[in-house]
């Protein structure tokens, strides 16, 4: 599994169609919209839907909107995308986003330690005069973040052969350069493969878990007390009462099959 996405198990919204809501738990909004970019395109490369879903916002009212905050009523939630299509097709595109996440994420990296290594270069003095350690630290994120989009537009295709650094200008301003340079170095990413113990894998969370029974169940003897009833002459006389099986174990949910799936 990968740390950029969480992946639920699937459950079955039509006959033979399923469906996945992905969440991307990056810590900044900015990664995480990138994140359901990924996943976005990705998904359309495999042939399936796609939908971002509508948050609601828990502080609106129409006052609110009208006379108070200006609140909004809701927005996408660009943290979670739903994805709907085929059960083979639904898994190779699971088993591939995981894999294609992490490569744009270390396109990302790579793009980040060339900025570093001119940072500490002659070249790179003149730009670096009126910088301190803070800037730096914040020039070096906006950088990644900066390189990481284009990456991600890359994967679209978009991703242009670059005419080369200018010296001109400081590097971080030049992040579409450098994550063309990372791209070519890597030949790019390739978003259909899928290794097959993966999509096995996903397969198999797709299919209902059925309760074996002699797991869940076992059988147990209760002996229950009788209680004395009363009779015409005031002597109380012994009711028998049967010695019956209880059956006792774990209780699990029916996962259904069109939309009811844990």
């Given amino acids: 599994m990968s740390a950029y996405v969480e992946i639920p198990r699937p459950y079955e919204s039509a006959p033979g169609r399923f469906t996945v809501?992905?969440?991307f738990p990056a810590q900044s909004k900015r990664r995480a919209k990138q994140h359901h970019d990924v996943a976005w395109t990705l998904a359309d490369v495999h042939g399936l839907e796609m939908s971002t879903p509508y948050k609601v916002n828990p502080r609106w009212s129409i006052y609110e909107e009208k006379w108070g905050n200006g609140e909004r009523h809701g927005w996408l939630d660009e943290r979670r995308l739903r994805v709907d299509g085929p059960r083979r097709a639904l898994a190779r595109y699971l088993a591939a986003l995981t894999r294609v996440l992490?490569?744009?994420e270390g396109l990302a990296t790579r793009a980040v330690r060339a900025f570093g290594a001119l940072k500490r270069s002659v070249a790179a003095e003149p730009h670096l005069e009126y910088e301190d350690p803070a800037t730096m630290r914040v020039r070096s994120r906006e950088f990644r973040a900066d390189a990481l989009s284009a990456l991600v537009r890359g994967l679209r295709g978009a991703v242009p052969d670059?005419?080369?650094?200018d010296s001109s200008r400081p590097l971080w301003e030049q992040y579409g350069t450098v994550a063309a340079e990372v791209w070519a170095e890597v030949g790019g990413v390739d978003l259909t493969e899928a290794p097959e113990e993966d999509v096995?894998?996903?397969l198999a969370r797709m299919l209902p878990e059925e309760p074996e029974q002699g797991q869940l169940f076992a059988v147990q003897d209760v002996t229950v007390r009788s209680t004395p009833a009363p009779t015409t002459n005031g002597l109380a006389t012994a009711v028998p009462v049967p010695v019956v099986p209880l059956l006792a174990g774990t209780w699990r949910e029916d996962p259904g099959r069109y939309g009811t799936a844990a």
């Fill in 102 to 104: 992490d490569a744009v």
């Fill in 162 to 165: 670059g005419p080369g650094r």
């Fill in 21 to 23: 809501d992905l969440v």
């Fill in 200 to 202: 096995a894998a996903h």
